[in-house]
């Protein structure tokens, strides 16, 4: 028998897990849609940041207050005080003027040019190790300000465009054939306007070519209302879509957060990929822990080249005209 001299005494340590934060600049549809997909899902702490007085506050409040229904224990918070966002894990940025009707995604350039500078300046101050996710329009030149002012590397910045583009490709692809929006596999890339890329080549319905289940006159239209699907929303709401747009912005997050890995066509910063240097534009990527893992190249047809260049070509008319209206 051991003396109690002899005996072991086990001290018990309690390690408490931090759960990451997922910061919103921009308290609007498409930020609190998102934001809500994360609170179901338990993503990580979440701030909802806005400028106006109330509305972060309501909203995350209101959040809040549903989290005993579903048994979800995460916190969430709002500020009009952009120093809450400190420390954020994963930064997704909607701040800036909606789309309002008769209004192209050019036309914001001047007033949310402005905004992205601000809001750049303040994640390099206060989250300088965050991953981005800029939402605002016009796309390709606002995640491209948000870079110029971080200076944060390629891999920690990227835009919300063709997870959002495929989607509506998608949506009208299976609604036009009558089957479930899992039978079909589709990719926009290209600018986030009304010259993206519908890449027909890598289009499928349960495995067959687009082209083959539907004619190329009835799939030119298809990819017109694509085009156009956020214009059609516009004109039916007065305001940018949300639901489908919060939900294209959680796919990202949560393929972050969770280190998914998930390939996905979103704005990416090219470095000499797809002929491209110096420009954001939307190819397929892969999104993980380390953010944007890698730019994927994919064959394309001499005729999806061609439209390729051509959009990004009018995202390089956009960043020129932004530095112009930033100079001014």
Same mark, same amino acid.
């Given at each position: 028998?051991?003396?109690?001299?002899?005996?072991?005494?086990?001290?018990?340590?309690?390690?408490?897990?931090?759960?990451?934060?997922?910061?919103?600049?921009?308290?609007?549809?498409?930020?609190?849609?998102?934001?809500?997909?994360?609170?179901?899902?338990?993503?990580?702490?979440?701030?909802?940041?806005?400028?106006?007085?109330?509305?972060?506050?309501?909203?995350?409040?209101?959040?809040?207050?549903?989290?005993?229904?579903?048994?979800?224990?995460?916190?969430?918070?709002?500020?009009?005080?952009?120093?809450?966002?400190?420390?954020?894990?994963?930064?997704?940025?909607?701040?800036?003027?909606?789309?309002?009707?008769?209004?192209?995604?050019?036309?914001?350039?001047?007033?949310?040019?402005?905004?992205?500078?601000?809001?750049?300046?303040?994640?390099?101050?206060?989250?300088?190790?965050?991953?981005?996710?800029?939402?605002?329009?016009?796309?390709?030149?606002?995640?491209?300000?948000?870079?110029?002012?971080?200076?944060?590397?390629?891999?920690?910045?990227?835009?919300?465009?063709?997870?959002?583009?495929?989607?509506?490709?998608?949506?009208?692809?299976?609604?036009?054939?009558?089957?479930?929006?899992?039978?079909?596999?589709?990719?926009?890339?290209?600018?986030?306007?009304?010259?993206?890329?519908? &890449?027909?080549?890598?289009?499928?319905? $349960? +495995? %067959?070519?687009?082209?083959?289940? #539907? *004619?190329?006159?009835?799939? !030119?239209?298809?990819?017109?209302?694509?085009?156009?699907?956020?214009?059609?929303?516009?004109?039916?709401?007065?305001?940018?879509?949300?639901?489908?747009?919060?939900?294209?912005?959680?796919?990202?997050?949560?393929?972050?957060?969770?280190?998914?890995?998930?390939?996905?066509?979103?704005?990416?910063?090219?470095?000499?990929?797809?002929?491209?240097?110096?420009?954001?534009?939307? &190819?397929?990527?892969?999104?993980?822990? $380390? +953010? %944007?893992?890698?730019?994927?190249? #994919? *064959?394309?047809?001499?005729? !999806?080249?061609?439209?390729?260049?051509?959009?990004?070509?009018?995202?390089?008319?956009?960043?020129?005209?932004?530095?112009?209206?930033?100079?001014?």
């Amino acid at each position: 028998m051991r003396s109690e001299s002899s005996q072991t005494t086990f001290t018990a340590e309690i390690i408490v897990a931090k759960r990451k934060k997922i910061a919103f600049v921009g308290a609007g549809n498409v930020g609190a849609t998102c934001a809500h997909l994360c609170f179901l899902r338990s993503l990580g702490d979440i701030v909802l940041y806005d400028i106006i007085e109330g509305l972060p506050e309501g909203k995350a409040l209101d959040m809040l207050e549903s989290a005993p229904v579903l048994g979800i224990d995460v916190n969430v918070t709002g500020s009009t005080k952009i120093k809450d966002i400190e420390g954020a894990d994963c930064i997704v940025v909607t701040s800036g003027s909606p789309r309002k009707p008769g209004m192209s995604r050019d036309d914001l350039l001047k007033i949310n040019a402005g905004v992205m500078t601000n809001v750049g300046n303040a994640i390099k101050e206060v989250a300088p190790n965050a991953f981005v996710i800029v939402v605002t329009n016009p796309l390709d030149a606002m995640v491209t300000q948000i870079k110029r002012v971080t200076g944060f590397p390629k891999h920690q910045i990227v835009g919300q465009a063709g997870v959002l583009d495929s989607a509506r490709y998608r949506t009208f692809l299976a609604t036009e054939l009558g089957v479930s929006v899992d039978s079909v596999k589709a990719m926009v890339l290209g600018g986030h306007g009304d010259d993206m890329v519908p &890449v027909r080549s890598y289009t499928t319905c $349960g +495995g %067959v070519p687009i082209e083959k289940v #539907i *004619d190329a006159k009835r799939l !030119e239209e298809i990819e017109v209302r694509t085009r156009n699907g956020g214009a059609e929303i516009v004109n039916l709401m007065k305001t940018s879509s949300y639901y489908a747009a919060g939900t294209a912005v959680y796919r990202m997050v949560e393929s972050y957060m969770l280190d998914k890995k998930e390939v996905l066509p979103c704005a990416a910063y090219l470095d000499g990929e797809y002929g491209v240097k110096g420009l954001y534009a939307g &190819v397929p990527v892969i999104i993980g822990g $380390g +953010g %944007v893992e890698k730019v994927i190249e #994919i *064959d394309l047809t001499s005729a !999806e080249k061609k439209a390729f260049e051509s959009s990004v070509a009018h995202v390089r008319e956009l960043v020129e005209a932004m530095d112009k209206v930033l100079a001014a």
